[in-house]
């Protein structure tokens, strides 16, 4: 990176006058930082990096100009000196360089990709907001909190990736659910660290060279069918449970089902009933949503009401993820009992509502309105309520093919 002062005969002001700059240049781009000073193209010395005057009347002006000047450049200087003991500054380009410049940086943080995806997190929201910072929360509990942009290459991203594959799942209170993330789980983080280059390429953070996708292959793998068939359903919702637990799991099954196959983030959160619809903001998405309560569903919104919230599941796990794994660990258990019954998850029931929906014949802006899945925001109010009384419409009429009623 080169620092000099110049100035831009382009940018000519009516009196003749042109503004000063910092220029950094290096990889072949320039970025430029304005001091507010403005000179005659005859009183800047190029050499120098100065301004000086004939006119004894603005000496005491320009005086303070060049310790303006000089102060600037002392402290460009002394940014890119803190980058280069770092070893930060090669992977740094001008107009990076310029935004820490400006936002008065001095230790050379800005320039590290930890913190360019800090930054980039700020500007999204709801459940995407989250998934990048569970992806930032994985590569500082693996590499720290100061990884600088050509520190993430080939091999960097091929350790990180098996940290994801071997590690082990805990909860809360460190008990291990799992070991390792499944193969597309992993790739979700490796988008989302792919897509924070792309962002930094794009605004000329960092040059393409350091870009570290080249040779790595994000590995997926097709999504396994989630869905059950109607008769393993009923087989689950009609098991004989020997324990307490089995009857809570297949009760908590039977709720994500009956209210559309509600993820069990938003079920886990779930504070606002009227008596005839649910309201909550989707997780995933941040959007408001409502879904009619059928009399099966509020009989075991009943069964589990909660002293201090809607239902009592916040009372007996402390963290969102004990209650997913308890759900799927007993479910696991009663699929190894029941030859009847697959392994399934609280995700299968999201999948499998949507399956029946359009074995009935549903149409699919039915069901996808039914899962929650946004609608255009150009959409009236009138077209909206509409449209929520034929999802529920659809939801009864799957209820119903479910209990041998349709």
Not at 42 to 54: L, M, N, P, W, Y
Not at 59 to 86: G, H
Not at 346 to 354: E, L, N, Q
Request: hydrophobic share 40%.
């Amino acid at each position: 990176m080169t620092i000099r002062v110049t100035t831009i005969g382009k940018y000519e002001r009516p009196d003749g006058t042109v503004p000063i700059y910092l220029s950094f240049a290096g990889h072949g781009k320039t970025a430029f930082h304005g001091l507010g000073v403005y000179v005659l193209p005859s009183e800047f010395d190029k050499e120098t990096g100065t301004v000086r005057t004939a006119d004894r009347r603005r000496k005491a002006d320009f005086a303070r100009y060049n310790l303006l000047i000089q102060a600037e450049l002392t402290r460009a200087r002394n940014l890119l000196l803190s980058l280069q003991l770092a070893g930060k500054a090669g992977s740094i380009l001008p107009a990076r360089f310029k935004a820490m410049f400006a936002a008065g940086e001095t230790d050379g943080e800005g320039g590290t990709f930890t913190y360019y995806f800090k930054s980039f997190i700020e500007k999204k929201a709801g459940r995407t907001r989250e998934i990048y910072q569970n992806t930032l929360d994985k590569i500082i509990r693996l590499h720290g909190d100061d990884v600088p942009f050509d520190a993430v290459n080939h091999s960097w991203l091929e350790n990180f990736d098996r940290s994801m594959r071997t590690s082990d799942i805990c909860n809360g209170r460190g008990e291990v659910l799992r070991t390792g993330l499944a193969t597309n789980a992993r790739a979700i983080h490796l988008r989302n660290i792919r897509a924070v280059f792309n962002k930094a390429i794009d605004e000329e953070v960092i040059g393409l060279e350091l870009y570290p996708f080249r040779r790595f292959k994000i590995e997926k793998e097709r999504t396994r069918k989630r869905a059950v068939s109607l008769t393993q359903l009923r087989a689950l919702f009609d098991y004989p449970y020997e324990t307490a637990a089995e009857e809570w799991a297949v009760d908590v099954a039977r709720l994500i089902f009956y209210l559309i196959g509600i993820n069990t983030v938003d079920l886990f959160h779930l504070e606002e009933y009227d008596g005839e619809y649910i309201h909550y903001r989707r997780a995933k998405t941040g959007t408001l949503y409502s879904i009619k309560v059928e009399p099966e569903a509020a009989a075991l919104l009943e069964k589990y009401r909660g002293w201090e919230h809607l239902l009592n599941f916040r009372e007996r796990f402390k963290h969102l993820e004990s209650f997913k794994a308890k759900i799927n660990k007993t479910l696991k258990g009663i699929a190894s009992k029941d030859s009847r019954i697959p392994v399934m998850t609280s995700y299968t029931f999201r999948h499998t509502w949507a399956t029946l929906a359009a074995e009935l014949d549903i149409p699919k802006e039915t069901i996808a309105a039914g899962l929650g899945h946004a609608q255009n925001a150009t959409v009236t109010d009138v077209y909206i309520d509409f449209n929520r009384k034929k999802v529920d419409a659809a939801n009864r009429r799957v209820l119903d093919y479910v209990a041998g009623s349709e």
